[in-house]
């Protein structure tokens, strides 16, 4: 068997104890005689997969019963819509604070609704750190104030969480969601697309005050309200099982493995691993965010020259070393530490760039 060291951004690495216990009940789940893609999503088993996830992620987010968790399809991506389809209005619009790509991506949906304001923007700095609280022009009559909290393409994640004066707080957590512990009592929604730290490519977890998502506007077709996946326990049709079962799994080894604070610890070192061979550098590797919006998630950083990079990509991956490359749209490397990267792949690559540089 053949692995390699996973830096993709999503979908992304998991946890290697994981995929072995769901390769080994694959076939037979649960005495079922059946594969957990086959059994009933009706069923007794299926239904002690579904309620045990949404518990253990409430317990991590150490949430009460005020809270509800939520899985729906369609990737983060229907959440820029479905959000201020239920939430915002011509009078009270959804507020944003754009930080790269996919904060911007949100914020274009309400705008195509006409319910979207632009409360702050690093854009004119290249995306290179997250707004400052001071820098953030919330307007009391928004429905909501929405963030990206870790910006996969960017390498950057808020280190504070934002005062709104009242106004509910909305996060997009998709690629930083439990790997570290978050006062999330603060926030009223956050929702996480799981394939980049908590399992495969197909499901979204929504977490919010049951407040908030019992009931909806009545003119919004069913698919799009959140008291439809509220009211139905998230059951209303076919869910995406496999990809819950998996999820399941990744929150209960979060558990195992000592719950977030483990995962901070973890995720703090392994990107101190990088960020010091960048900065040890002399200026070989060049970080693209500065050093106080630093992704614990996501590692960006440049090379001289887009010839070298090239090279750095195809040596990287002969060094077992894959998805190093970074997004389309800003280039230059990428590497992103997950909760399941181990701290031995970020010496792996550190190692590397050392080698590299001294060659190039």
Request: aromatic share 10%; net charge neutral.
């Amino acid at each position: 068997m053949k692995r390699v060291y996973n830096f993709n951004p999503g979908p992304a690495t998991l946890p290697i104890e994981v995929l072995k216990e769901a390769q080994a009940e694959f076939l037979d789940f649960e005495n079922s005689g059946m594969s957990i893609t086959e059994i009933s999503h009706r069923s007794k088993p299926y239904e002690k997969v579904h309620n045990e996830a949404k518990a253990d992620i409430l317990e991590l987010m150490q949430l009460g019963d005020d809270y509800e968790v939520l899985f729906i399809q369609g990737g983060a991506s229907l959440q820029f819509a479905m959000i201020p389809l239920n939430f915002a209005t011509k009078e009270n619009p959804g507020s944003y604070a754009l930080s790269g790509t996919f904060s911007s991506n949100a914020y274009k949906e309400a705008e195509i609704l006409g319910v979207g304001k632009i409360a702050a923007s690093t854009k004119d700095g290249g995306f290179k750190r997250v707004p400052r609280q001071d820098e953030l022009n919330i307007e009391k009559n928004s429905a909501y104030f929405h963030v990206c909290y870790n910006n996969t393409i960017y390498g950057t994640e808020y280190h504070y969480i934002p005062e709104t004066g009242g106004v509910p707080l909305f996060a997009d957590m998709s690629s930083d969601m439990l790997s570290r512990p978050v006062d999330f009592k603060k926030f009223s929604l956050i929702y996480a697309g799981v394939q980049k730290n908590l399992g495969p490519a197909g499901v979204v977890i929504v977490v919010a005050k049951k407040s908030l998502i019992e009931k909806s506007p009545e003119n919004l077709p069913t698919m799009l309200r959140y008291d439809t996946f509220y009211k139905k326990n998230s059951l209303y049709n076919t869910p995406p099982a496999f990809s819950i079962y998996m999820v399941g799994k990744v929150v209960r080894w979060i558990k195992e493995s000592g719950g977030l604070e483990e995962m901070a610890k973890r995720n703090s070192l392994k990107a101190k691993i990088l960020y010091d061979a960048i900065d040890s550098s002399g200026g070989f590797y060049a970080g693209h965010a500065e050093k106080d919006s630093r992704s614990l998630m996501n590692v960006t950083f440049r090379l001289p020259n887009e010839e070298l990079e090239k090279k750095f990509v195809a040596e990287a991956l002969e060094n077992n070393l894959s998805g190093v490359k970074g997004h389309r749209s800003v280039g230059g490397m990428r590497a992103s530490i997950y909760n399941a990267m181990p701290v031995e792949g970020a010496e792996a690559l550190a190692e590397f760039m050392k080698k590299f540089q001294k060659e190039n």
